[in-house]
Nanobody
């Protein structure tokens, strides 16, 4: 599986962005998908994850209520709708794919990673 993240950009506090992650391959629907982010000088952290059927979603406490993860298996794409953005959301955002179960919160659980897309939120 190859992943291509896009949709990053620069916004003001309170703004919105929608990230997309397009996946190659015909088995996309079998993978759980996650979004992580990494700010300068910090470790990569979990943002959100979604199960293969979209019925299960997970969010970090820092984005819960502001971000929404979704997927369209017909388009082999997972999305991250980000609303009410804050300067502390500034980071490179990565999408990742994992085949099988798990907590989905840890980077080591994921099998494939996209290249990252930069989100900058200014005050």
């Amino acid at each position: 599986v190859q992943l291509q993240a896009s949709g990053g950009g620069s916004v003001r506090t309170g703004g919105s962005l929608r990230l997309s992650c397009a996946a190659s391959g015909r088995t996309f629907s079998r993978y759980a998908m996650g979004w992580f982010r990494q700010a300068p000088g910090k470790e990569r952290e979990f943002v959100a994850a979604i199960g293969w059927s979209s019925s299960i979603t997970y969010y970090s406490d820092s984005v819960k209520g502001r971000f929404t993860i979704s997927r369209d298996n017909a388009k082999n794409t997972v999305y991250l709708q980000m609303n009410s953005l804050k300067p502390e959301d500034t980071a490179v955002y990565y999408c990742a794919a994992v085949l099988g179960g798990g907590t989905y919160y840890q980077t080591f659980e994921y099998d494939y990673w996209g290249q990252g897309t930069l989100v900058t939120v200014s005050s």
